[in-house]
């Protein structure tokens, strides 16, 4: 499989060359040159397939000869063979035609995991190909930092450093990341802001000598490897509501726009979605573009859903360069207009293509809280906030009678406790395999937030593992 990249002045290269790529030289996202797709006989001999084998089975068309089946199949079974559920991502269903799949059955109870402990696997094997090493270095206030120390615990080529703000982070979730000891994993807190850490990476990537120096990378999530990833549980749960022989719907809480670009790649790939809603709170720029086709950056406001509060959904990009029919020119012109004005005018034709299939719907704190209660009360179960903003949405938008709504469930109720416990009235606890957390030592070195001092802290953290 060949890669190009959405502004057409890049490298075509392949799956390794993407994977370790990230970005493409000329600012834009790499994209599949072109869909792959299955059968419905295809779609149907993968029904009852455990998880990781289906995994493997999705993913192959996307890797190519970058890594061989039988690799490919093992990474799978390690990566998800340590999830606490046996089905990985099982359905619930909650009413009729209404499900939730749950995706936080991963180490860091978000679903992030899905993805990034395959990608820590794929990392290790393209490197090891290539007898090169990186330093994963990120940004983090929320989910993204333990996911991807996580999916780099135990990886032998990679390394991997996440600044966070001091005393501005949550306790699970900052535990999540400086209880895990290893070698090859470090944690720095910053005497500042998310923005002061968010800068400091910036600017860490920016000093060529060090980045160079130290192989610097990104896991994030405009890495195509993330995004294809993410295909195999929107498989997995079509097939189990009856694809390819019965329409089904999702409903995505949304940030980045990548969960829910996994399902419009499903959808390309050959299966039957007849509609796919993007959830959001109340930083809504997507479901202002998707009503009125108003595509304008607002202030990033908190919420009580702090995954999603971002205004830039940087996997779009690939998006609109189908919706322009793969137009490289015209993608680079209206992300150049984009980040200049902070409006985009997408074209009149491209917008209403949108809108056929994708509907956007947003939830204000408080009417989330309600959403957590009523949930809770209605249909006894208990949701994080991410997850009730994506189910508000499947209500209110619901497809014709006969098409299954499946509501993906992006975080364990246990990494936003202050938030069920607003709605509820309680916390809800760690899952068992979890359930120390709050014993086990935390290892982090705290520096203030200079670039010098951060340089130095990334060197001595990493330089064990050289
Ligand atoms: C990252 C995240 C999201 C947003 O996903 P995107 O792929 O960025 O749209 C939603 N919910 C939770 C819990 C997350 O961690």
Not at 191 to 212: I, N, S, W
Not at 220 to 240: D, E, F, G, H, K
Not at 291 to 296: K, P
Request: hydrophobic residues 45%; proline residues 7%; aromatic residues 8%.
């Amino acid at each position: 499989m060949r890669y190009i990249s959405t502004r057409g002045q890049a490298p075509v290269r392949d799956f390794a060359g993407v994977l370790l790529a990230g970005l493409a030289d000329d600012g834009g996202l790499y994209v599949p040159q072109s869909w792959p797709r299955f059968t419905p006989t295809d779609w149907r001999a993968m029904r009852g397939l455990p998880y990781a084998t289906l995994a493997a089975r999705v993913m192959q068309p996307f890797i190519g000869e970058a890594v061989p089946s039988d690799v490919l199949s093992g990474m799978c079974r390690d990566a998800y063979g340590g999830f606490g559920h046996p089905a990985v991502a099982p359905l619930i269903q909650l009413e009729t035609g209404l499900f939730l799949q749950e995706l936080f059955h991963g180490p860091t109870l978000s679903f992030k995991d899905m993805a990034l402990q395959l990608a820590g696997r794929l990392f290790d094997y393209v490197l090891g190909a290539r007898n090169e090493r990186m330093t994963v270095v990120g940004a983090t206030s929320g989910d993204t930092g333990s996911a991807a120390i996580e999916a780099c615990l135990g990886r032998e080529r990679v390394s991997v450093v996440f600044l966070h703000p001091r005393n501005r982070v949550s306790d699970v979730q900052r535990r999540q990341m400086t209880t895990v000891h290893a070698p090859n994993v470090g944690n720095i807190a910053i005497e500042g802001t998310f923005d002061d850490c968010q800068d400091l990476v910036k600017a860490m990537f920016a000093d060529t000598a060090f980045r160079d120096d130290m192989r610097l990378s990104a896991m994030n999530s405009i890495n195509w490897a993330r995004i294809a990833a993410q295909v195999p549980y929107y498989v997995a749960a079509a097939l189990a509501l009856g694809a390819p022989d019965r329409d089904l719907a999702f409903s995505v809480p949304t940030g980045n726009f990548g969960n829910v670009l996994s399902a419009w790649v499903a959808r390309r790939m050959g299966l039957p979605i007849a509609r796919l809603i993007v959830a959001s709170n109340r930083n809504d720029i997507l479901t202002r573009f998707l009503a009125s086709n108003d595509m304008s950056v607002a202030p990033v406001e908190a919420s009580l859903s702090p995954s999603m509060d971002i205004q830039i959904s940087s996997n779009f990009e690939r998006l609109l360069f189908e919706l322009l029919d793969r137009d490289p020119v015209a993608t680079r012109e209206m992300m150049r207009a984009f980040r200049t004005t902070g409006r985009m005018a997408v074209p009149d034709l491209a917008w209403r293509r949108a809108r056929t299939l994708f509907h956007g719907f947003r939830l204000d704190d408080a009417e989330t809280a309600a959403e957590i209660r009523r949930l809770y009360e209605n249909n006894g179960y208990l949701a994080d906030p991410h997850t009730a903003i994506g189910v508000a949405a499947a209500r209110a938008l619901p497809p014709a009678p006969a098409v299954a709504m499946v509501t993906e469930a992006t975080a364990h109720p246990a990494k936003f406790p202050e938030a069920t416990e607003q709605a509820v009235g309680w916390r809800p606890p760690l899952p068992p395999r979890m359930a120390d957390l709050y014993d086990r030592t935390e290892r982090f070195l705290v520096l203030p937030g200079e670039l010098s001092a951060v340089e130095a802290g990334v060197r001595a953290l990493t330089r064990r593992n050289a």
